[in-house]
């Protein structure tokens, strides 16, 4: 449950240095089809409104992102509010959820850091959350995240292989 607004947000960032090129990394994190390849926790991502990469677009994720009490998936239904591929980067903003960070903002940003590396910047911004401690909140909403940047890297190897194969 959302406190009045009003209040001020609750902000957090975590970055990552992936050993790839920008495009590549772009390729991986850019579309929705393939959010379950660096996102352990997502089991589906479904299109519920708009084309994929213009804004306005509206997707529906379930998973196990957030326990819940019931042992039931959790899902969010995100609007993208901004997408540059030439700057590569975008903005989704959570729409409603059974999480309680409806209202939320998430912001995923590429730099090419040379030597074909890339720096994930991924920065949210939610409103306080009633009962709970600011700062719990933004250490598991940073190590979540975290661990997807972390995981970009054996996505675009795998997909490699993939293409490899087929070839």
Avoid at 90 to 108: F, H, P, R, T, W
Wanted: proline letters at 3%.
């Amino acid at each position: 449950m959302s406190i009045e607004t009003g209040q001020r947000k609750w902000h957090g960032s975590v970055s990552g240095i992936v050993d790839s090129p920008v495009d590549k990394v772009w390729t991986i994190v850019s579309q929705t089809k393939r959010l379950s390849e660096w996102m352990p926790m997502v089991e589906r991502c479904t299109d519920l409104a708009g084309d994929e990469g213009i804004p306005g677009y509206v997707r529906l994720v379930s998973g196990f992102m957030f326990p819940q009490q019931d042992g039931e998936r959790s899902w969010i239904k995100e609007r993208l509010v901004a997408m540059d591929t030439t700057s590569h980067n975008y903005v989704y903003q959570m729409e409603a959820s059974n999480v309680g960070l409806d209202g939320s903002v998430n912001s995923l940003k590429l730099i090419d850091y040379g030597d074909d590396s890339t720096l994930v910047n991924w920065s949210f911004e939610i409103d306080p959350l009633e009962g709970a401690l600011e700062d719990s909140i933004i250490d598991y909403l940073g190590f979540l995240y975290k661990s997807c940047i972390n995981r970009i890297q054996g996505a675009i190897e795998a997909a490699s292989k993939k293409v490899s194969v087929t070839c």
